[in-house]
């Protein structure tokens, strides 16, 4: 079986999902579903004091026992708030130690802080995290951030909720050929194609949020992702025909083609490869 | 008289309170929760030993969709 292990623990799922932005919990669990993620994203925040005391809780929706729930630090910009809300996490989801480390430099673009983020994810590990970092798609950081005992490295495609697709496929595939942890896209992917790209290129797994969530028909949207994944995973393990400008090798026999006029016959003759 | 901050918000107890009083207080018994107190987590196993003070600053956590 060709699965996905993460930290030790083994996923049939490459598509990972966040459950930010839908229109409420139903249509969040549908697209959920419907994508066949193992792995989901939840945010830590503060709860509404005083109100709403009676409203549901996603975790009822999406309950711990049934999916891998992976917290995250979206939304910290310092390496403080992103320790400490992963340590409320923990508290939060019985001692589950898998994370997914941000931190943002930068409201308008929400690229990640690298400065900041190793300092995090060294304090996390420390503390026996197991951490899935956001990174930046810089070869040596996504190294780094391995040597010091990341369990997965998560460049950014493109920008977080950009939908602009693979930008910087070089940089992905050099981050690729280095690690021996798992590369997971994070961030930017806009359509199915673009979680095929990233597949094809080797990644071991895709996350993605608004692109579910922000299309039109989000469920027929979380399927699309489902097949695009599995699609560039296959496509990735049988290996693509080389490229050519072209080939002169027709997929059909060259031989006993029924009689040709003379003239055809003269031109396909002198057509052939040397 | 004593005042705790709550999420950010100031509120007034009358007389010293536990964790668990302050949980039951908010409504919140029910609800799957993480609780930090002065930046430091409190464990939910600690939650009716640990007496607050004034001047505590709490955070009060759930889990919420995100990306």
């Known amino acids: 079986m060709d699965n ?12 990972l999902v966040g459950t930010g932005k ?3 919990f ?25 109100q709403n005391a009676n409203e549901p809780n996603l975790l009822e929706v999406l309950p711990p026992s049934q999916y891998t729930l992976l917290p995250n630090t979206a939304g910290c910009y310092t390496l403080d708030d992103a320790v400490r809300t992963l340590r409320l996490a923990r508290e939060l989801l019985d001692g589950h130690s898998l994370v997914k480390l941000e931190v943002l430099g930068d409201p308008k673009t929400l690229y ?9 994810a060294e304090i996390l590990i420390k503390e026996d995290f197991q951490v899935m970092v956001y990174t930046s798609d810089d070869p040596i950081i996504a190294k780094q951030l391995e040597d010091m005992g990341c369990v997965a490295v998560m460049p950014l495609a493109s920008l977080i909720g950009s939908g602009m697709g693979i930008l ?12 021996k942890i798992p590369v997971l896209v994070d961030a930017g992917v806009g359509t199915a194609s673009d979680a095929t790209i990233a597949m094809e290129l080797g990644c071991d797994g895709v996350l993605m949020n608004t692109a579910i969530a922000a299309a039109q028909n989000p469920i027929l949207m979380a399927s699309a992702m489902r097949k695009a994944v599995e699609a560039g995973r296959e496509a990735y393990l049988a ?32 057509n052939k490869p040397r | 008289m004593i005042q705790l901050t709550i999420n950010g918000q100031p509120q007034q107890f009358e007389s010293p309170i536990n964790v668990m009083q302050l949980v039951d207080h908010l409504a919140l018994h029910n609800k799957r929760i993480a609780i930090e107190r002065n930046g430091e987590i ?3 196993s600690q939650f009716s030993e640990q007496l607050l003070v004034h001047g505590d600053q709490l955070e009060v956590v759930v889990a919420v969709g995100g990306g």
């Open chain 1, 4 to 15: 996905l292990v993460i930290a030790g623990k083994t996923y049939t799922s490459r598509l």
């Open chain 1, 168 to 179: 910087n496929p070089w940089n992905l595939q050099i981050i690729i050929d280095n690690a």
């Open chain 1, 26 to 50: 139903n249509e969040t669990r549908a697209a959920v579903e419907t994508s066949g993620a193992e792995i989901i994203t939840v945010a830590i925040r503060r709860t509404n004091i005083g």
């Open chain 1, 239 to 270: 290996g693509r025909m080389a490229k050519k400008l072209y080939s002169a090798s027709p997929s059909s026999p060259t031989e006993g083609i029924i009689a040709q006029t003379e003239k055809i016959t003269k031109r396909s003759a002198s």
């Open chain 1, 112 to 120: 990640p802080n690298m400065v900041e983020t190793l300092k995090a």
């Open chain 1, 22 to 24: 839908y229109k409420d």
């Open chain 2, 42 to 44: 409190i464990p939910r």
